[in-house]
């Protein structure tokens, strides 16, 4: 099984990004998107009237790219990578209440794990506090998704098709 | 077959590869899905075979462009996710070498096949005695299933050149 693709090497990483302890970051070089890629998040972005697009899709940085690396490389989503820059870029974990968070932190989502442990499954950055109750849902958030667009979104208007337990929490750095 | 081709074009799946690229979070989203679960009991029935997968991602697989993001990674992966429970030289054959590429344009396909790999290896071990069909058992053969209260479960798949002696879990 993939007889031809064995034969193929291309996984150049992308920029070297390290965090605060000096540890490498995983990374991942550019694509270019596939022709069909700009229908499909066309698509996806209809059914969310309230997004705005900051920029249009590209697959050069991820979600986790926007945040740790200043969108100049795709970084690598696994869990390890995740609580690696959360340990040696030393986040903390705020309290969610309207006065703990401020613009520029950034809200981790985790898909809950039944009876296993939690996964990352997206990062976005606080741009815009909620008013009201609840505040949550009225809190803007400025994150990228996947190869998709930069967008400019509501706290819990992220693309969860599939996915049932979703939790977030806010982190900040020391 | 066409459950393979529909799987391969589904809007869900493009999507899920959009929302997250957590090679775990994946996993744990195919294994609830309606579409992995439904390839998974074809498989197993015998609606699915190894041909006709091999078929479809040969298919799929034409269009891979180095340099240039490949819409059907989440496909791959969740046909990994599918075969997971099967111990065939197939579904290893399949998970091994997918989780052994080294293309960034496969790089979240084969995390998964990594992960679907780790699974297979806590999973109980089963005895493995390959043998050839026949050709009339190949096109006639539904999955015979030989089962006993105590002992080994003997399944014959159509299509497949094997059969697999499974021991229950100790």
Redesign the interface.
């Known amino acids: ?2 007889e ?3 034969l ?5 990483p992308g920029l070297p990004v390290m965090t605060l302890r000096g540890s490498p970051i995983p990374t ?2 550019e ?4 022709p ?2 700009r229908k ?2 066309q ?2 972005a209809a059914s969310h009237k309230s997004w705005l697009e900051r920029r249009v899709p590209t ?1 050069r940085y ?1 979600c ?1 790219g926007l945040a740790w690396s200043s969108r100049r490389t795709w970084v690598d ?3 390890q990578t ?1 609580d690696l820059i959360r340990v040696e870029d030393q986040y903390s974990v705020l309290p969610r209440t309207t006065e703990a968070i401020r613009e520029g932190d950034l809200v981790v989502y985790f ?1 809950a ?1 039944q009876g296993a442990r939690r ?4 990062v976005g950055q606080v741009v815009s506090i909620g008013q009201g109750n609840p505040w949550e849902a009225n809190t803007l958030v400025l994150s990228k ?4 667009a930069e967008v400019r979104h509501f706290l819990h208007e ?7 337990y979703i939790e977030h929490e806010f982190w900040r750095e020391s | 077959m066409n459950m393979l081709r529909e799987l391969r074009d589904a809007i869900s799946l493009q999507e899920l590869g959009i929302a997250t690229q957590n090679p775990a979070a994946l996993v744990s989203s195919l294994n609830r899905s309606t579409e992995v679960k439904s390839i998974r009991d074809s498989y197993r029935s015998g609606s699915i075979t190894e041909s006709n997968i091999r078929t479809v991602v040969n298919e799929l697989l034409m269009s891979l462009r180095i340099g240039e993001r490949f819409s059907g990674e989440l496909f791959l992966a969740a046909v990994a996710v599918a075969l997971t429970p099967f111990m065939d030289r197939f579904t290893a054959e399949y998970i091994d070498d997918l989780a052994n590429l080294k293309l960034r344009e496969l790089f979240i396909a084969s995390a998964v096949a990594k992960r679907c790999k780790a699974v297979r290896m806590t999973m109980p071990k089963n005895l493995f005695h390959p043998f050839t069909l026949g050709r009339r058992a190949e096109r006639n053969v539904r999955p015979l299933h030989f089962h006993s209260h105590a002992g080994p479960q003997l399944e014959v798949r159509p299509g497949s050149t094997s059969a697999f002696v499974h021991h229950a879990a100790a």
Not at chain 1, 145 to 148: E, I, K, L, P
């Open positions: 099984m993939f031809f693709e064995k193929l090497s291309s996984t150049s991942l070089s694509l270019n998107l596939a069909s890629d499909t998040w698509r996806l697959a991820n986790a989503s696994a869990d995740v898909l794990g996964q990352f499954f997206h998704f996947g190869w998709g992220i693309p969860d098709r599939g996915f049932q």
